[in-house]
């Protein structure tokens, strides 16, 4: 989603006639329903529906485009769906599948599941004539072309950059028009899994000739150093897509976080000849200003209005944006308005359990809130940009983001794709700095890479001068690390940041990537044959999440850092191979439930208590043995207890944890924290009995419904348990659950384990370790929709949310 919101919207659904009633000046209407999606072929005209066979090809000829391309194809065989959409999730798994992408039936052996076709039949109004339409993508994986009507738009090869089409002289106003996209994922983009198909939104934009352009505003703030006050200076690029030239007025308003006008400016009698653009900056003052801050994400909106010479506004641009400063300093790391804030930080991909790289947009928001739970306040955006709707959410709620770019290098190809980035992020408070490459082995080290470097970090500012750039660097020293603004450091275990801090004193530090304590949740001793790992301490990059963490928080000049990753993710099972299929770096599983070194950070992370106890207690086959207990907390002291006798007290070290070696016997193991000589806190685990029941626990209880809703309907995301007899937690219990929904629709199951090759589409998973999850949309109508979960000789478990009707558009 372009970087706006509308205050019109269209009153109708993407296909309906529409009235004779006046246009608004500008509509931006979610395109994602109502597609036709079908398999073609990279190499096989036959399979793919004939497509690039006619004697003049939609190359040779505008309007030639054949096979599905063609308006007059016949789809109406294809499935329906909506978007978005990733084809790649809902495959089997197979040995012969790329290890890097998580062993999906897709790619270059997999010819028959590569191609994606995707159609779309819409209807513009006659009174449309006149105006300019775009087609807007926020991302189609990969090696996208896109025609309208038979007409030939054009080609991105990325799937994470954004793009868009004007479409204005091929449409059929008053009739019907179709559009086709073509998807190719043969050839992969990046080495984790990246998806298939339209996986992000689509938007339909409707604007005057004269406009905002795209991405057209920049909003940048000046923050006196007291807070008392700020200057916003807003930046409105106009764009004259009519034959006449145009005279207008331009007014710029700042409104604040409760939607009231804080300051105006209104500049007259500006022009813009046909066919050009041109940019226009106006600054407002504004006094006492809610600043946007990790704690308190105050966000503010510029309206800027296009008056015609009549006085009647022809636009009208929303721009979230928020008023704060960021500054990096070489010796005592970041500042956000002013106040020293460590970057306690994690990488992310995009996928998620059961729905792959299409997460809808709520789903965006649990992930985010699960990673605020251990305290992260940061996000590096591994390693592409995100999509819009995961900087909304981290404008909300108070995440700062790296914003990275692709791929490095410095023809158009490559500057275009870091332009495309940066005008389209750069109003987001969010977003802290650019990162420009990330790992690029072959010129990290030596003088392409500083050339290279400094040649995008220029580009950069000239688009954004308020923010500064960094490489993440792994290994390869002397070269991109020479020039980049902020260096980034790819684990200390590559990298020396005393010695290049010492070298270069007036570079800041941050580290971009560093090792978490990898392992499978819920497993404390290796199961190698089903990729099960135990808490690794000692991993590949040399490291865990207790060293890591130490060695920056004894580094005042290091900004923070960013674990990889916040969640496992598809692909990279390092170091397993098939049947192994997704990685375990994460602090938490694909699901997003906790492996144990979640709480070694909370205890550190956070100023809430924290007392977590670690293994589970269910270890039958190991009585009489000694096993490893360990406590992650934050209390001056732990004493820990078997069955209530004591097994000592011990002091809680600074950014430690603490160990006890404990012989096994059934029971209760339990500790208790001390703060003051006092005990403050308990926490227990127990042996429990087998599992006797089903749990349903939903992340909250009401949900949104209809077009209104983030990705067509809003999302539920349900946490199946199972408990004893006696209602406790059963940690081990590995047992099939089938699920029945009504007044929703199951769109993804998980479980977290990382060789499980059950279906994510499904409506039955095991659980793992004690815990499977099913995603649950919204339909289009308001009401409740019941879960059902079952397992063979359990007692069922349901759960009943209110999906309440969409808000009206005069309610935004």
């Known amino acids: 989603m372009m970087r706006l919101l509308l205050s019109v919207l269209a009153a109708v659904l993407c ?204 909003v940048s703030t000046d923050v006196r150093e007291d807070l008392s006050a700020a200057a916003v200076v807003a930046r409105a690029a106009l764009a004259n897509d009519g034959n006449a030239p145009a005279t207008f007025a331009l007014e710029q308003t700042v409104l604040g976080p409760d939607g009231t006008a804080l300051a105006t400016k209104t500049l007259s009698d500006l022009h813009v000849a046909p066919g050009e653009r041109a940019e226009f900056s106006a600054t407002l003052p504004i006094a006492q200003p809610q600043l946007w801050s990790v704690e308190k994400p105050s966000l503010h909106t510029l309206v800027t209005l296009v008056r015609d010479a009549s006085g009647a506004i022809v636009d009208r641009y929303e721009t979230p944006f928020g008023i704060r400063s960021v500054r990096f300093d070489p010796d005592r790391g970041f500042f956000l308005n002013g106040q020293h804030v460590v970057l306690k930080g994690v990488n992310l991909h995009q996928d998620h359990a059961g729905v792959g790289v299409a997460v809808p947009d709520a789903l965006i928001e649990y992930r985010l809130r699960r990673l605020r739970e251990f305290g992260c306040n940061a996000i590096r955006t591994s390693h592409e940009p995100p999509s819009p709707a995961f900087l909304d959410a981290c404008d909300r709620l108070g995440f700062v983001v790296i914003d990275e770019n692709r791929l490095m290098g410095a023809n158009p190809d490559q500057l275009d794709r870091l332009e495309a980035m940066i005008r389209r992020d750069r109003n987001h408070p969010s977003v802290i700095i650019w990162s420009v490459g990330n790992e690029e082995w072959r010129i990290e080290g030596n003088i392409l890479g500083a050339r290279l470097t400094a040649t995008m970090q220029a580009h950069a500012h000239r688009l954004d001068p308020t923010r500064r750039t960094t490489v993440a660097i792994s290994g390869g020293w002397g070269g991109s690390s020479t ?192 703060r003051g000589g006092q005990v403050v806190q308990t926490a227990r685990v127990e042996t429990t009995g087998a599992p006797a029941k089903l749990v349903l626990t939903p992340d909250r209880t009401t949900l949104r419904a209809g077009v209104d809703a983030p990705n067509g309907g809003d999302v539920v995301v349900f946490a199946v348990s199972s408990v004893d007899a006696q209602g406790r937690h059963v940690p081990t219990a590995n047992l099939l659950a089938k699920f029945a929904v009504t007044g929703g629709r199951i769109v993804g199951v998980g479980n977290g384990d990382p060789s499980c090759h059950e279906s994510d589409v499904g409506s039955e998973r095991s659980l793992f370790n004690g ?42």
């Open 15 to 218: 296909g309906s006639t529409g009235s004779a009633a006046e246009p608004a000046p500008r509509e931006r209407a979610n395109f994602d329903a109502g597609w036709r999606f079908a398999f073609g072929h990279p190499s096989d005209p036959a399979k793919d529906f004939n497509h690039g066979t006619g004697y003049f090809s939609y190359l040779a000829k505008a309007g030639y485009g054949d096979g599905p391309a063609d308006p007059k194809f016949d789809a109406s065989a294809w499935r329906s769906l909506d978007l978005p959409h990733d084809w790649a999730v809902e495959a089997p798994f197979a040995g012969k599948g790329s290890h890097s992408h998580g062993y999906k039936a897709i790619g270059r052996n997999f010819p028959e599941r590569s191609v994606g076709w995707y159609r779309k039949t819409f209807t513009i109004p006659a009174n449309d004539l006149g105006r300019r339409i775009a087609l807007e993508f926020d991302g189609v994986h990969r090696d996208s072309q896109v025609w309208v009507n038979g007409f030939y738009l054009g080609r991105r090869p990325s799937g994470s950059t954004s793009f868009r089409y004007d479409v204005t002289d091929y449409l059929t106003y008053g009739g019907e028009n179709v559009v086709a996209v073509r998807a190719d994922v043969t050839m992969e983009e990046g080495w984790y899994y990246e998806g298939a198909g339209i996986y992000r939104h689509v938007w339909l934009a409707k604007t005057a000739p004269l406009h905002v352009a795209p991405w057209g505003t920049f």
């Open 771 to 812: 815990y499977a999850q099913v995603i649950v949309q919204a339909t289009r109508n308001a009401g409740s929709i019941k879960l059902t979960a079952q397992a063979e000789g359990l007692a069922p478990a349901e759960a009943v949310i209110e999906s309440q009707a969409p808000r009206t558009a005069a309610a935004r």
């Open 483 to 674: 020039t980049t603004d902020v260096v980034g450091y790819n684990y200390i275990a590559q990298s020396n940041p005393d010695e290049q801090h010492k070298k270069f004193p007036q570079q800041p530090g941050v580290g971009t990537e560093e090792t978490t304590t990898q392992g499978t949740r819920g497993i404390y001793f290796d199961d190698k044959p089903r990729a099960h790992l135990a808490p690794l301490e000692k991993g590949d990059s040399g490291g865990n999440c207790e060293k890591g963490w130490s060695y920056y928080a004894a580094r005042p000049f290091l900004a923070g850092l960013f674990f990889w990753t916040g969640f496992d993710y598809r692909g990279e099972s390092t170091p397993f191979g098939f049947p192994a299929v997704s990685s375990q770096f994460g602090i938490m599983d694909t699901c997003g439930f906790p492996k144990d070194s979640f709480y070694y950070l909370q205890s550190w992370w956070t100023d809430a208590p924290v007392l977590h106890v670690a293994p589970h207690w269910n270890w039958s086959e190991k009585i009489g043995q000694t096993l490893k207990v360990s406590v992650y907390s934050n209390h001056e002291a732990v004493e820990l207890f078997l069955n209530d006798a004591s097994l000592g007290k011990k002091i809680m070290p600074r950014n430690g944890h603490l160990d006890w070696q404990v012989v096994y016997q059934p029971g209760a193991l339990e500790a208790r924290g001390y």
